[in-house]
């Protein structure tokens, strides 16, 4: 069974500091791994996406993944936080096998206070 | 290009009753799959629909099911509700052609159907 974990209910950073929000997962095969984001009232939007290659995938909004096969990881970072980037997060992976069926966790809190 | 859409933004209904949401996908898309996200949890996959089947299913119980047109917009129709079900029901499309679904597609969200059942 695949699945993943986000250890973190929230994070709180400073603005302008760098942030990760952490996500490890549980898959047979090779991973899919995605990152959304949720707004709230609003649905998810998608960020990015590792599917083979470079390990560190840069995505939308200055967000970027780094993929850790040996850790089963797959981490959001962004060097450098803005208020705007307050919402809720969530990690999804993707099996090929069921590739129609994606599964997220349970979502990360992300605050950034001025 | 509109995005994928879905009505009502909100609905509120009494045990017992059945609800039909809506979506249509972003355009080029062929592929809908719908997840239920209650309060403070992550999505949880229901099914899709490609070329008008059920092509996978999650966890759901016989209560939900769906359906695809053939212009690729969908339906999904929970019966028998049960106050468990309130929850913002999601749509997801993604460009799938393949018969086989490519995992390397991303699915696009609409902003989400709030169901209340009181």
């Known amino acids: 069974a695949q699945s993943v974990a986000q250890p973190e209910d929230q994070v709180n950073v400073a603005e302008g500091n760098p942030l990760t929000v952490k996500c490890t997962y549980s898959?047979?095969?090779?991973?899919?791994l995605f990152w959304y984001v949720q707004y709230p009232n609003r649905g998810l939007q998608f960020l990015l996406k590792?599917?083979?290659?470079?390990?560190l995938v840069k995505g939308s909004y200055g967000f970027e993944a780094e993929f850790n096969k040996s850790q089963t990881s797959f981490h959001l970072k962004k060097p450098s936080a803005l208020v705007s980037d307050s919402a809720l997060y969530f990690c999804a992976v993707r099996r090929y096998s069921s590739a129609s069926k994606i599964i997220f966790g349970s979502g990360t809190r992300l605050s950034i206070r001025p | 290009d509109a995005g994928v859409t879905q009505s009502p933004t909100h609905l509120i209904k009494t045990r017992g009753q059945q609800v039909t949401l809506r979506c249509s996908p972003k355009?080029?898309?062929?592929?809908v799959s719908w997840y239920q996200q209650a309060l403070g949890q992550g999505p949880q996959f229901i099914f899709q629909?490609?070329?008008?089947?059920?092509?996978q299913r999650g966890n759901f119980p016989d209560r939900f099911s769906g359906h695809q047109f053939p212009n690729y917009s969908s339906e999904l129709n929970v019966n028998a509700l049960l106050l468990g079900d309130s929850a913002l029901y999601l749509c997801?499309?993604?460009?799938?052609?393949?018969?086989?679904?490519?995992?390397?597609?991303?699915?696009?969200f609409g902003p989400g159907t709030r169901l209340t059942v009181l």
């Open positions: 590792y599917i083979t290659g470079d390990n």
């Open positions: 997801a499309s993604s460009p799938d052609r393949a018969s086989s679904g490519s995992p390397t597609s991303t699915q696009y």
């Open positions: 898959v047979s095969g090779n991973p899919y």
């Open positions: 355009s080029g898309h062929d592929t």
């Open positions: 629909y490609y070329e008008e089947e059920e092509r």
